[in-house]
Each structure stands twice: as structure tokens, then as C-alpha cells.
């Protein structure tokens, strides 16, 4: 599976998404990602329907965070499709996967609690590892640890 | 006197807090439990007691720099937490791995598998209320197998002993014919604990259709290992990917029917008797000469501070004793991994736990919980 043939399929099934590739992955708009994940699990030449790995990566640089979820379908046994989604460090708010894929509550609950991206729609967005009181999220890389030695 | 009303009697839930110190949550893992009577109507998993940022602890060395603290994740399987690590590695800056040590990573995962099951299916005894008996049979075999771990890496569960491009060190000599004495006894042994348990009375009825588990659930709440192919799924890593040289062995994946906790007990040991005919074959294929390291893999080994893969990102996945165990690292052409992500299998398995668990009674659950196969080390990171 092609990224640049997922990402045609995409655009023909679902007009007006914005979705662009990068290496093997597809960036798709937070707007977009419902229609695309829907698609992707039902259609019946994609069928991916195991969600493996969905986790945030901190890109202090270009100013974003990027939820990265790696796809595969255990029905026709492909994969992995790469879906990244981007949103602002200062208003991280995307669609929750949870409603197509089960496994991404605690894995979604997990980016929330150590990048802060909101996932709109989650059935029980709380921290999961650290405690609730906690303030601040540790993985973003502009946190400053209580021990860290100050330039 | 007036005989009985028509409303019921008014009556409470139940609030109990099973762990975090508890001997059944197998370390430091909660479960907030609401009960009517002795029926489970509501279950939360609390954890993160053992959290210490691992990821974080991984981006600020070098990338070698974590390969020893992988093992301390799923502290049972150092061996096989190193190859997924390994694999992530290999895939971001295009490492080849010689022949021979792939041979000699296979045996580690292979040996691993039969220390992890085999601990399990004691522990899950445990869980049932045979109080050690059948787990002090398993830690007579797993430490047959320490020993060998012990004699290839220097360390019995801290084993760091895969390096990016190949292993660590060669097999010492007479490791294969230890090897083959364990396969020689494994089969007997298992057919021993195969008689104690699998026909016994007590463990059908505490563990025959208990947390019923079906496969569609399984396979979108990203279920994986033992656990998916008890449900009756037949997805193996090791067949879907073919990872390593896991293509030149013969081998079945067995599933389960029903998809309850005796399902997931079967399967790991159908799953060790597999694993005993890869060894096999593994043994005979085996290759005596040859690097157990590529040049490339070498140069990243001896200078691990000043080594650094190009920018780009990578994901490798195993077929873990647990389940899908997964790397995704990513590379800013630094010496430090830009962002370091474990995939751990015994988190994501306990999604379900509340599911499994509903409507059964209080000791059902610590059973549930006991055929998931969890290690807090990894799920709490």
C-alpha cells in the first residue's frame, strides 16, 4: 500500500479533505481524521481495523504536536498505514479515535497526560500515569523538571 | 405483622479498592471496584504507580544509552524487549544483522517465550488459590533457562545483550547443548504440569467461560498476543511480518474458541510447545561461523555517544511473549532520539479489563486480571 495511492482513494471518497503525504505517511487535517479513520476501517479494500500504536511527538520547532497512529488490518493482514495529525502547541484539540478504535482510549489517554493534546469525544479523558494534581505535561520539550539545571 | 412489601429492600453498591498492595495485581496495579453484593457492576483500572518517564529518560541519552533500560520494562523478557528496540534502530538507519545473530536472536526470543508462559500459567495458579505449588514447578524451569541467559550476557533478567546491527556476544561454548537438554526435558515437564492443571476439576469450573472475551472486542480494542489468538483471531507478528528469519521455521498458531480465561491458559501452552519445535529447527539450521555483528552495527556500538542516525522516523514491531511489543523512534540526526515511544502490550490489554469483568464476582476478576499477563514495569514505564 502505496501512501500516495491511500491519499487519492482518500480524496476521491471524501470531498474537500486535506490530506497530504510525507515519506510513508499521510498528514491529515484534524477536521478530516473521523471521515478518514471511517473510511480506512470500513472500506473494503483498506479494512484496517487494528489501531497498533497512537502516540504524540512534541515538534517545539515547527510549533505543532503530531499525533502519530500506525494502522494495520488483521483481516487481509497489511500494513502499517501512518496517519499523522497535526495541531498548534497553544490549542492542541483533535477528534478522538475512540469511536472506530477502542484501543485508543488508553493510549489517548496517555498523550494527554505527558503532551496535553486534547482528544474531543473521548469517553473518560483523564491522566493516566501520573497523578491528577499534576500540573504541566512532562514530555513536551520546553518542560522544565523540578531538578534541571538552569542555564 | 405484615408479610412481605412489594419494594425491595434498599440496598448499597460496594466501593473496594483491590491493590495497589495487593499480591494478585502482580506489582503495583488498582482496581476500583464497585460491587453489587458480590457481582462486579463497575471496574476501574488505576496505575502509574511505577511510572518514571522512561520515554523521557530514553530521548535525554544516546540511543544506546537505553537498550539496558528496555529490559527493565517487561522485566521477565529483557531479551525480547531488546530485539523490538533493536528492530526500531535497525529499520531508522538501515542496519543489516549477519546471519548468525539472527539465528542467535530468535533462540533468546524463542527462550524467552517459554520463560514467560511458563511463569504465567504458575502465576495464574496462584491467582486461583493453588498457593505455589505450580509456581515453584515453573521457577524450577525458568531457571534452567536463566542460566543459559546468565552464561550468554552476564545477567540473569537484565540481560542488555542485543546491540543495534547484532548481539553482544557470541554463544559461549557447549550454550547449544544446554539448549538441547532443556528441549529435551521441556516436553515432559509440560505434560506434568499438563496433568496437574488442564484436566483438573477446580481449574475448568473457576476458568471455563470466566471473562469471555469476543473477537470482535479483541481486535478493535487492539488486543494482541496470547490474549487475541485465545479470542480465535489468527494474527501472528511473526507470520504477518515475518521479522528476522522467523520464515524459515515451521510452526502452528494455535487459537482458541471461546475466548475465556481457560482459552488464554491452553493457549500458552500450546504456544510453548511451538516455540519447542522453532528451537528445534533452530538448532539443526544453526550456523557456526559467521559475524555475530555488521560493521555498521559495530562502529554504532563502540562509539555509541557520537553515533547518530539520520533525520526520519521508524516503527518495528515484535511478536512480544505478551503481545505486540513496538518501538517508534524518531531521529533528528542527533545523537539523542528525538522522541522515543514504547508500545507496550500489557497496557493496552488491560482496555478491556472492565468489560471482561462485568458481572462476574470479586475473585473472577483477580483471575481476568491473571490471564491478561501484565508486568507494571511496562505498563507503567
Not at chain 1, 67 to 76: A, P, Q, R, T
Not at chain 1, 97 to 114: H, I, N, T
Not at chain 2, 94 to 100: L, N
Request: hydrophobic share 40%; glycine share 8%.
Amino acid at each position: 500500500m502505496k501512501a500516495e495511492d491511500i491519499k487519492n482513494d482518500l480524496t476521491a471518497a471524501i470531498p474537500g479533505i486535506q490530506v497530504t503525504v510525507e515519506g510513508e505517511a499521510l498528514i491529515v487535517a484534524p477536521e478530516n481524521l473521523l471521515a478518514a479513520a471511517g473510511f480506512l476501517k470500513e472500506n473494503e479494500k483498506y479494512r484496517l481495523d487494528y489501531l497498533s500504536c497512537l502516540t504524540g511527538v512534541d515538534y517545539l520547532a515547527k510549533g505543532h504536536l503530531e499525533s502519530v497512529n500506525h494502522l494495520y488490518s488483521v483481516e487481509k493482514k497489511t500494513g502499517p498505514v501512518v496517519v499523522k495529525v497535526r495541531v498548534p502547541r497553544n490549542n492542541p484539540k483533535m477528534p478522538s479515535l475512540v469511536p472506530f478504535y477502542r484501543g485508543a482510549e488508553f493510549q489517548e489517554r496517555e498523550s494527554f497526560d505527558l503532551f496535553g493534546i486534547v482528544y474531543e469525544g473521548h469517553p473518560d479523558l483523564r491522566r493516566i500515569l501520573l497523578w491528577d494534581e499534576f500540573e504541566g505535561h512532562p514530555m513536551r520539550k520546553d518542560y522544565v523538571q523540578e531538578d534541571q539545571d538552569q542555564p | 405483622m405484615t408479610t412481605g412489601s412489594q419494594t425491595p429492600l434498599e440496598t448499597q453498591m460496594l466501593e473496594v479498592s483491590v491493590g495497589p498492595q495487593h499480591p494478585s495485581t502482580h506489582g503495583v496495579f488498582r482496581m476500583n471496584v464497585v460491587l453489587d453484593g458480590e457481582n462486579i457492576v463497575k471496574l476501574k483500572p488505576v496505575m502509574g504507580y511505577l511510572h518514571r518517564n522512561h520515554e523521557q529518560l530514553a530521548e535525554n541519552m544516546s540511543y544506546l544509552g537505553s537498550m539496558p533500560f528496555t529490559d527493565r520494562l517487561d522485566y521477565i523478557c529483557g531479551m525480547t524487549n531488546n530485539f523490538a528496540y533493536a528492530l526500531a534502530v535497525e529499520k531508522l538507519a538501515g542496519i543489516e544483522v549477519p546471519e548468525k545473530a539472527q539465528y542467535i536472536r530468535v533462540l533468546m526470543a524463542e527462550l524467552t517465550r517459554l520463560v514467560n508462559h511458563t511463569l504465567l500459567v504458575g502465576f495464574l495458579l496462584n491467582d486461583l488459590g493453588a498457593f505455589f505449588t505450580p509456581v515453584l514447578y515453573a521457577f524450577r524451569e525458568r531457571e534452567k533457562i536463566l542460566d543459559l541467559f546468565e552464561a550468554v550476557a552476564g545477567s540473569r533478567m537484565m540481560v542488555n545483550y542485543f546491540r543495534f546491527g547484532g548481539v553482544k556476544a557470541d554463544l559461549p561454548e557447549g550454550f547449544l547443548g544446554k539448549v538441547k537438554e532443556i528441549l529435551r526435558n521441556y516436553p515432559k515437564f509440560l505434560d506434568e504440569f499438563e496433568r496437574l492443571l488442564s484436566e483438573n476439576e477446580i481449574l475448568r469450573s473457576r476458568c471455563q467461560n470466566v471473562g469471555i472475551l469476543t473477537k470482535e472486542l479483541a481486535v478493535s480494542s487492539s488486543i494482541t498476543g496470547p490474549m487475541l489468538r485465545a479470542s480465535g483471531v489468527n494474527y501472528d507478528i511473526r507470520k504477518v511480518d515475518r521479522y528476522s528469519i522467523y520464515d524459515r521455521f515451521d510452526f502452528r498458531v494455535p487459537l482458541g474458541s471461546v475466548g475465556d480465561v481457560y482459552d488464554r491458559y491452553y493457549i500458552r501452552i500450546l504456544e510453548m510447545r511451538e516455540s519447542l519445535k522453532i528451537l528445534e529447527q533452530l538448532i539443526k539450521q544453526y550456523p557456526e561461523k559467521g559475524d555475530i555483528i555488521s560493521a555498521k552495527g559495530a562502529q554504532a556500538a563502540k562509539t555509541p555517544r557520537m553515533w547518530k542516525p539520520a533525520a526520519g522516523d521508524a516503527y518495528a514491531r515484535i511478536e512480544g511473549p505478551k503481545g505486540e511489543l513496538g518501538f517508534y523512534v524518531v531521529s533528528d540526526g542527533t545523537p539523542k532520539p528525538y522522541r522515543y515511544h514504547v508500545r507496550p502490550p500489557s497496557f493496552i490489554n488491560l482496555t478491556i479489563l472492565e468489560d471482561m469483568c462485568l458481572g462476574h464476582k470479586v475473585a473472577d476478576a483477580i483471575v481476568i486480571l491473571g490471564s491478561v499477563d501484565i508486568v507494571l514495569g511496562e505498563v507503567d514505564r
